[in-house]
């Protein structure tokens, strides 16, 4: 057959009648395919013909014939004709035409699935039996993906069955579902398999058990579980203790809440004293005053930043709010609110009237995050007086809201009686609608709706909005039919512009995380023909699929940005991409390449706005690259939100970052800059703000470890944005920042003191330089007029000079200037040669001590010294912001750190520690006056 020039003898047996003959024919014919496709391709209709003959014994072999000309033809009817060839088609081969049926299979399987569509059972035995090679070559990974993406149930259980590592199967199965499984119940199936597998292998990974249980809403089983660890001696109790410490931040309110009842009532399971101390990690109680203690103990706040912004804005409003929301921003959870209380800032602060002064209040909500201890003692002034002023009292209850923000339940009954008793004090309405959805957030409580609901039927705007905005967040991702039926009918209802606003986010905020639950929603709100309800429909698609990358929602918000006929639609649309690609800010540059280019100013403001949410705290060049362009755009808003997108992508980046010093110096001048606009200089502002957030000790981690997403996060960069229509919107960023921080516990959740080592230089990761005072200009001496008859005298004395220096005769001359030059820039050279030599000689390591501030790219190179007693009880060393240590040697005395309560002084310093000493009596000695 090699020898073979030409097959057409070979096909000329294909018009014999007899079947035999034929047969005979397809078999050669499959021989020398590869070779000769091109001569076979003539006769494709005869082939396909014979396929098709029902009565043609090997029809099957024709089938696959007419599978390969196709193949080599480029024609999509290879994947039909090679499913007609049943189990002709080897799916053992190795083939380049096998792998490529193979994967068009595959594929075409998954979208038809995914999509609900029936699937042909031709198409189906190939993906079988696919799987069935996998599964016997060992190949559990891949079966595991085509399980995946094709949504097989039956598939995984097989695999993990069949696994024979099955700690490493689930921990890849576990891995993969949580990244990329879009459908919401597709997920919740998976995660329970994978859940009762791994509490049935001996060893399992107690971290993604656990995930497992927070993501399926078990806190009971969580309870148990931590009750069966901390019942298995010292080590796995510290384990326990790390595990909650971890789980914390990422579980819901209710979720909590029942998890700290089913410890209480597990009479028996566990100690007391054990019971006690996981009920302090479950109700943040530990958590909170470890961060607060580290904001404030560490806060690198620069002062000359607000002082110098304080004395170019002037009497602008707009520039003085905005001085207001960046000194928020700067000490957010700091508790160092000292700008608001300085002396020489009186007149600035009190000439904040209406709703300034209430931005000004609810900013010390910012400044006192987390603070929930002293929360209601903080706002008493503002909330407790006799007859408070509205502005004050909203604020103040808006601080409130903030401080307790995702951990409030607590301040619930506060937040009913005063709204009760405020109903005709509108500012109190906003701020106190606005706090308690924030106390109540995801707890779905049935009192909070119908309070609130009660505030939107009185059909106050600025009321409204705020009540619509705090339904969502009571009911923050339970998707509840009901609530979005009442908030969609009286969105249709009502007139008032910022009421539809409220609730349009209201509406987004019910749909967090529910993905294609959320789909006949989102298709009702975007079909409406008002644009305010379209641009719910965008926020509910960054809600409802935050994270997950999914291309068909890329598709449709791509789509609606090009298409709607609203700006505020497109970019609103163009932000909701950030939200998407919040797990993979690598995709999204790539995606708004063209649009960050587009002939709209406002799609171009909402591409800054989407790269600045999805790559924050990132430093990523390719983002970077697209968005300073625009900080020069002839649109005053896209510059700035290009300013705030900077800002966010650069915040606690190190002061090597090729673009952060530059970025710092261009935002004072602007600011200064009285010819540009008023909303660019706020962009600023507020960008200052950002860079500087939490005393230099935040970022935004909306991705947390394990594929958590980081809900409290997402809801405030969502808010957030809507700063473009109010400007105290601005306060919910706090609730992205989260402390760089790493601190490490003892057994008894006391810190001990221990130093970390970070194997880099110093100046690596370091606090970035404070801002220098400007220096004061030395006039400098006048210069003295020379008269001509003086210049002539001085040139006779010079003569007289020389005549009697070459007669031998001393005369002291002066040293010439250049002379003088000479020598003291000798001395410079040296100075600048020495302070070279100092910082060549920079140690290629540091040593912190704990509690530490660690940003996220420094945390690969920290470790703990092998000699230390306390070594990490996780085999990954770092896996949570609090570390929970193992003594090794228990009997011996520690010496712990003391937390120091922050005061309500507002200075970041402890209003209870000990007085100064005095200094030394003075004695005066007469005999040494002389």
């Given amino acids: 057959m090699v020898d073979l020039s030409s097959v057409g003898g070979i096909l000329s047996l294909l018009a014999e009648p007899e079947p035999e003959v034929q047969g005979f024919a397809i078999e050669k014919l499959l021989d020398v395919v590869k070779d000769f496709w091109a001569e076979i391709a003539q006769s494709l209709e005869l082939i396909e013909q014979l396929s098709e003959d029902s009565t043609f014994e090997q029809r099957n072999k024709a089938a696959l014939l007419a599978a390969q000309v196709h193949f080599y033809l480029d024609s999509p009817d290879s994947l039909r004709f090679a499913l007609e060839a049943g189990t002709e088609f080897n799916v053992q081969g190795d083939s380049l035409f096998v792998n490529t049926i193979i994967g068009k299979a595959i594929d075409t399987y998954t979208a038809s699935t995914q999509a609900g569509k029936t699937v042909s059972p031709n198409l189906l035995k190939v993906v079988n039996r696919m799987v069935e090679r996998c599964l016997d070559d060992g190949e559990f990974e891949q079966a595991i993906g085509i399980a995946l993406e094709s949504r097989r149930l039956d598939i995984v259980k097989e695999a993990l069955e069949r696994a024979t590592n099955k700690s490493s199967v689930i921990s890849y199965c576990f891995n993969m579902t949580i990244k990329y499984v879009v459908s919401r119940t597709f997920r919740d199936e998976l995660l329970e398999v994978l859940a009762e597998k791994l509490s049935s292998i001996e060893n399992p990974d107690m971290f993604n058990l656990v995930q497992c249980l927070v993501l399926l809403d078990k806190p009971e089983m969580f309870v148990s579980t931590m009750a069966r660890l901390i019942g298995q001696g010292d080590k796995q109790k510290l384990l326990a203790y790390q595990l909650a410490f971890h789980f914390y931040p990422r579980a819901s309110q209710p979720f909590l809440q029942a998890a700290i009842a089913a410890v209480n009532s597990s009479e028996g399971s566990m100690e007391q004293s ?237 749909l967090f995380n529910r993905q294609e639950q959320a789909d006949a929603t989102i298709d009702d709100l975007l079909s409406d023909k008002d644009p305010i309800l379209r641009m719910s429909g965008c926020h509910s698609i960054a809600m409802a699929y935050a994270a997950t990358g999914e291309n068909r929602v890329v598709r449709r918000l791509l789509h609606i940005v090009v298409s709607d006929a609203s700006d505020d639609v497109r970019r609103t649309a163009s932000t909701a991409l950030g939200f998407i690609y919040m797990r993979t800010p690598e995709h999204l540059p790539n995606v708004l390449r063209l649009l960050c280019e587009s002939f709209s100013p406002h799609v171009r403001a909402g591409c800054c706005m989407a790269l600045g949410i999805a790559c924050a705290s990132t430093g990523m060049s390719s983002a970077i690259a697209l968005v300073e362009p625009l900080i020069k755009d002839p649109i005053r808003y896209v510059r700035q939100a290009a300013l705030i997108s900077m800002a966010l992508i650069l915040l606690q980046q190190p002061n090597s970052h090729p673009k952060i010093k530059e970025f710092r110096k261009l935002l004072p001048t602007i600011i200064s800059n009285k010819h540009e606009v008023s909303i660019v200089r706020f962009g600023a502002v507020l960008a200052q703000g950002i860079l500087e957030a939490g005393g230099r000790n935040v970022n935004v981690n909306v991705c947390r470890d394990h594929g958590h997403i980081d809900a409290p996060s997402v809801v405030g960069l969502l808010v957030f944005t809507q700063f473009w229509f109010w400007f105290p919107f601005t306060h919910f960023l706090s609730l992205a920042l989260q402390p760089t921080a790493l601190i490490c516990l003892n057994g008894d959740l006391n810190m001990p003191k221990i130093d970390f080592i970070s194997r880099a230089k110093p100046s690596m990761f370091a606090y970035p330089p404070k801002m220098e005072a400007p220096k004061s200009e030395d006039k400098g001496k006048v210069t003295t007029a020379v008269l001509s008859i003086t210049s002539k005298a001085l040139a006779r004395q010079k003569r007289r000079n020389t005549i009697a220096s070459t007669s031998g005769s001393t005369v002291a001359l002066e040293p010439s200037m250049d002379t003088a030059d000479d020598v003291f820039g000798d001395k410079e050279d040296d100075e600048s040669q020495e302070k070279k030599e100092e910082e060549a000689v920079e140690p290629d390591f540091d040593t912190l001590a704990n509690p530490a501030r660690v940003v996220k790219d420094q945390l690969a190179v920290i470790e703990i010294p092998d000699e230390c007693r306390y070594q990490p009880v996780t085999k990954d060393k770092f896996v949570s912001d609090i570390v929970v240590l193992a003594d090794s040697t228990p009997g011996e005395e520690e010496e712990l750190i003391a937390l120091e309560e922050p005061s309500d002084a507002g200075d970041g310093s402890s209003a209870d520690g000990p007085e100064p000493t005095p200094p030394p009596p003075f004695e005066f000695n007469e005999a040494l006056e002389d």
């Fill in 274 to 510: 054990e019971a006690t101390r996981l009920i302090s990690i479950l109700s943040g109680k530990v958590s909170q005053q470890l961060y607060v203690e580290f904001l404030s103990r560490n806060n690198h706040t620069d002062p000359l930043i607000l002082s110098t912004t304080k004395g170019v804005v002037g009497n602008n409003s707009v520039l003085r709010d905005g001085t207001v929301l960046a000194n928020g921003l700067m000490c957010a959870g700091t508790t160092s609110d000292v700008f608001l209380r300085d002396e020489k800032n009186k007149d600035f602060v009190r000439a904040a009237t209406d709703w300034s002064k209430f931005s000004v209040v609810a900013s010390i909500g910012v400044i006192h995050k987390g603070h929930t201890v002293a929360a209601r003692k903080l706002v008493e002034p503002y909330v407790s007086s006799d007859s408070p002023e509205d502005y004050e009292l909203g604020g103040g209850l808006y601080a409130l809201g903030l401080i307790c923000a995702n951990q409030g339940t607590d301040q619930i009954g506060f937040l009913l009686n005063q709204l009760q008793e405020t109903r005709t004090k509108e500012p109190a309405q906003h701020g106190g609608a606005l706090a308690l959805g924030l106390a109540a957030m995801g707890t779905a409580s049935a009192e909070v709706e119908s309070e609130l609901t009660t505030i939107l039927n009185l059909n106050s705007a600025v009321a409204g909005e705020a009540a619509g905005i705090a339904l969502g967040l009571n009911q923050l991702g339970t998707a509840n039919a009901k609530t979005l039926d009442d908030m969609l009918s009286f969105a249709r209802a009502t007139r008032h512009e910022k009421i539809i606003r409220g609730l349009s986010l209201g509406m987004a905020l019910t």
